[in-house]
Antibody, heavy 127, light 107 residues
Framework: QVQLVQSGAEVKKPGSSVKVSCKAS????????ISWVRQAPGQGLEWMGG????????NYAQKFQGRVTITADESTSTAYMELSSLRSEDTAVYYC????????????????????WGQGTLVTVSS | DIQMTQSPSSLSASVGDRVTITCQAS??????LNWYQQKPGKAPKLLIY???NLETGVPSRFSGSGSGTDFTFTISSLQPEDIATYYC?????????FGQGTKVEIK
């Protein structure tokens, strides 16, 4: 049974950074993609970016380019999402999700659909 | 970015009713569309992938159809446990984008 277990809630000051982890078990970590999706309070879902560990490269939504870094450690089956220059609008629940298959277009591959999700990590940005 | 427009944003229906949600893409996305269910305080759950394929273990009262720009998600007979918010998601191009969600309630 595949499980994605995320790190715990964080409270951060504006301008600081946060790093959230997502440890996978029950599957072959390198064979799938991991995406990060966030949800602000009372709002919808927003894809931030993703990584395919076997390829090693990450893709990011332009909105977060330069502020977000997604990495994966195959030795521990753990993916990470680091978001910098935090502001109050970044207060949200951050989810990791496994992309079961790869979709490739224009030379870029990414994971879909998201068949397993982490439990979510609440990041609160407040002074 | 491809914009996904869901309608309605919320609906109220009786147990046993047929419920339909539509999702319109701002450009042709072929069948590159998934549907998710999210209950309060929980992570989303995959229901339908590639527009019309039922995820393993998902009840057959859920279905999806469509291609190009117009898609439909249907619950054939609404059950109390179906109370949730439903999202469509396109993956034709990055960034993968979601509709704004449809909140389904029991009348």
């Amino acid at each position: 049974q595949v499980q994605l277990v995320q790190s715990g809630a964080e409270v951060k000051k504006p301008g600081s950074s946060v790093k959230v982890s997502c440890k996978a078990s029950g599957g072959t970590f390198s064979s799938y993609a991991i995406s990060w999706v966030r949800q602000a309070p009372g709002q919808g879902l927003e894809w931030m970016g993703g990584i395919i560990p076997i390829f090693g490269t990450a893709n990011y939504a332009q909105k977060f380019q330069g502020r977000v870094t997604i990495t994966a450690d195959e030795s521990t089956s753990t993916a990470y999402m680091e978001l910098s220059s935090l502001r109050s609008e970044d207060t949200a629940v951050y989810y990791c999700a496994r992309g079961r298959s790869f979709h490739c277009t224009g030379g870029v591959c990414y994971g879909t659909p998201f068949d397993y999700w982490g439990q979510g990590t609440l990041v609160t940005v407040s002074s | 970015d491809i914009q996904m427009t869901q309608s309605p944003s919320s609906l109220s229906a009786s147990v046993g009713d047929r419920v339909t949600i539509t999702c319109q893409a701002s450009q042709d996305i072929s069948n590159y569309l998934n549907w998710y269910q999210q209950k309060p305080g929980k992570a989303p759950k995959l229901l339908i992938y590639d527009a019309s394929n039922l995820e393993t273990g998902v009840p057959s009262r859920f279905s999806g159809s469509g291609s190009g720009t117009d898609f439909t998600f249907t619950i054939s007979s609404l059950q109390p446990e179906d109370i949730a918010t439903y999202y469509c998601q396109q993956y034709d191009n990055l960034p993968e984008t979601f509709g704004q969600g449809t909140k389904v309630e029991i009348k």
